[in-house]
């Protein structure tokens, strides 16, 4: 199986939604057990990247980035090289155009 590196894009998703659920929402234990969720879903995602589609949204399709929905609402665009699986954005169902 290929080594996960989430990109800094991906990172920063993630450590905004922790902030976010930590300070404004007050329920910072919420935040680290989804943080972790999110992150283990990116770890799965090596076991079968090619089971996901290329992205519809058309900067990450031209990219060849593969899509994959993390607890119905977040979208994972990452690609598989030879040696790993780069995740390179989390973004938001909602803050995702195709026509972009």
């Not at 976010?20 to 929402?25: F, P, V």
Request: aromatic share 10%; net charge positive.
């Amino acid at each position: 199986m290929s080594e996960v590196l989430f990109g800094p894009l991906a990172r920063k998703s993630i450590s905004e939604l922790t902030a976010y659920l930590s300070e404004e929402i007050k329920m910072p234990e919420t935040a680290r057990n989804y943080a972790n969720k999110m992150i283990d879903f990116g770890i799965a995602l090596a076991k079968k990247p090619s089971a996901h589609t290329i992205c519809r949204n058309r900067a990450w399709a031209k990219r060849k980035l593969r899509c994959a929905t993390f607890d119905k609402k977040w979208v994972f665009a990452f690609r598989q090289n030879k040696t790993n699986l780069v995740i390179y954005h989390i973004k938001h169902g909602k803050q995702i155009s195709d026509i972009v």
